[in-house]
């Protein structure tokens, strides 16, 4: 069974710092796909970023980019220029890819809340 | 495009009383899912559906029901309500099996007395 952990429950930055947010899964799979979702206040589930486990190259947005370590079943996220909008509970995920495709079962880890001082 | 749409927003149930969550996309997705969420727990998935007709259970299933007669519609029904069914219940959907983003809805958040 996959696992997805999130080891920082809180973490703060000030407005325009950059921050890392860790995030570390267990898997025997080859191909996956790896997500940052975002949960402001509002509660809606937001798409920030998504990474091929095929890929090297690591996928970036705007101000969101990941480290994806494949081999360290590893994936972080790091928000450049941070604004006091990206205040929010921060989740990875994790999705097995089957014989047809994505698998479209999403595994989350428990999320980091992100707080973003001005 | 309205997107995902749940109905209600907020409910109030007590124990043993039954009730439907709705759940509806009109993106033509053929992929819809149900997830809770509890704190300290991200999100877990109930049941999913890839497709009209078809369902499956996902990694806590007990105590729900699906069926998906339409493309456009996954209700979550709820049996016999129970306190440990308290919770913030998200439905999503995905078009694409090449890169399985989903699209989630506002969620339902329900108190079970």
């Known amino acids: 069974a996959q696992t997805v952990t999130q080891s920082q429950p809180e973490m703060s930055v000030q407005e325009a710092e950059t921050v890392t947010l860790s995030c570390t899964y267990d898997?025997?799979?080859?191909?996956?796909?790896l997500f940052w979702y975002k949960q402001p206040p509002s509660r809606q589930m937001i798409l920030v970023i998504r990474?091929?486990?095929?890929?090297?190259q690591n996928a970036t947005e705007n101000r969101f980019s990941v480290n994806f370590q494949k081999a360290a079943k590893s994936f972080s996220l790091k928000i450049s220029d941070s604004q006091l909008g990206d205040t929010a509970m921060y989740f990875c995920?994790?999705?097995?890819?089957?014989?047809?495709?994505?698998?479209?079962?999403?595994?989350f880890g428990t999320g980091t809340l992100l707080a973003v001082q001005p | 495009n309205a997107g995902v749409t749940q109905t209600p927003k907020f409910q109030v149930l007590k124990t043993g009383q039954s009730m439907t969550l709705q759940c509806a996309q009109d993106?033509?997705?053929?992929?819809m899912s149900w997830y809770r969420q509890d704190p300290g727990m991200g999100l877990r998935l109930i049941h999913y559906?890839?497709?009209?007709?078809?369902?499956d259970q996902g990694e806590v299933p007990n105590g729900y029901n699906v069926s998906r007669s339409t493309t456009e519609d996954f209700p979550l029904r709820l049996l016999s309500a129970a306190p440990s069914q308290t919770s913030v219940y998200f439905c999503?959907?995905?078009?694409?099996?090449?890169?399985?983003?989903?699209?989630f809805g506002p969620g339902t958040r329900l108190l079970v007395l």
């Open positions: 999503a959907s995905s078009y694409s099996i090449v890169d399985g983003t989903q699209y």
């Open positions: 898997t025997s799979e080859n191909n996956y796909y």
């Open positions: 990474q091929e486990a095929y890929k090297q």
């Open positions: 995920a994790f999705m097995k890819q089957g014989d047809g495709g994505a698998t479209n079962k999403l595994i």
């Open positions: 993106m033509n997705h053929e992929y």
């Open positions: 559906s890839v497709g009209a007709g078809i369902t």
